[in-house]
């Protein structure tokens, strides 16, 4: 008979989870794999380990970057640690299954680093049976296209995280099901409740791996007709502000920088590396104004500044500081209304929402 005080299932996961974070946290990559494998050892679910233990890790890291309480370099080696961890959870007895369903690629959009939101998925795949083709982090959609000719899976799960790369992640959709095979997509990018897979004409939308695998077992997606979904059927995009703005961006965050030298004395003084930060915001605001562009959608551009503010708050710099970037794009977008419109939006809120504690933008 188990003891009354033997550890509930909840105990032990939330146990691993702080064993895993502290490892994570020290850089020691064997104390994270060990603790993983012994867990599985003394039989806690595979797919609740991915689900329950790496998953929630992974976003804490995420977390404590935006709260500038661990730097890129930790960031960059806790990720690649966490990845460790899955690939030598699928290699262990308890989470290694005989596929008997059918085949699924696994991708990452073209330009989306983020690749372990869509290796979770690709192991929880494979644990439910599923014969996996787990492509990676950037698949460009040519390559991704002649994999799909070559294997003939029953679907792509298509992940991204950053917003910026919906109109990449709609042009690889459409190409998908242009040759006859259907598309679900997951990750952060897709906006709150998927809004943005409907928008995009994805076969199929799912929050997280474990909905997504329960989706696929109900029985297979639909297989689109070719020319499924022409890639500028968005009737926004008619008045070419989308283009136009995502086309003048190198130019103009050369000149946004200039004049923010002119106007402001402070910024005259930056050292190379702040200039370099600085300019990689202005260049990640036209980003996010294109993104919101092609998609129509006023909170996407306005909820990335109000991220952006808070990560620069945990940063020590005012979120007003961004407000002198947006007046200076103002002054390009007189011809743009759309644009000039989100723009205010965005520094209306701005103005009106003070920074709290920073979590992804979606």
Known sequence: MRSQHAASPLTRTDAL??????????????????????ALDDGLDPEAVLMEVIGPVQGRVGEEWAANRVSVAQEHAATAINDRAVAALALHPAARTQPSRGRITVACVDGEWHALPARLLAEVLRIRGWHVDYLGAQVPAPHLIAHLHRTGPDAVALSS?????????????????????PVMVGGAAFGPGGRYARLLGADAWAPDARTAADDLA??????????????????HLKDQEYTLVARSRPRWVREVMAELEDAYPAVRDYTDAQRERTAEDVSHIVEFLTAALYTDDEELFTGFLLWTAEVLAARGVPSVSLLPAL?????????????????????DRLTRTPPTAPHPPA
């Open 17 to 38: 989870v702080e064993r895993v974070w502290e490892a994570v946290m020290t850089l020691d990559e064997p104390a994270a794999v060990r603790a993983v494998l012994r």
């Open 161 to 181: 995280s950053i917003p910026t790369r919906l109109p990449v992640a709609h042009a690889t959709i459409t190409a998908c099901q242009a040759v006859g095979t």
């Open 218 to 235: 109900r029985g297979p997606l639909p297989r689109p007709a070719p020319a499924h979904q022409v890639i500028d059927d968005l009737p």
């Open 327 to 347: 007046t200076l794009l103002g002054r390009r977008l007189v011809d743009f209304p759309r644009a000039a419109a989100m723009l205010r939006a965005g520094a």
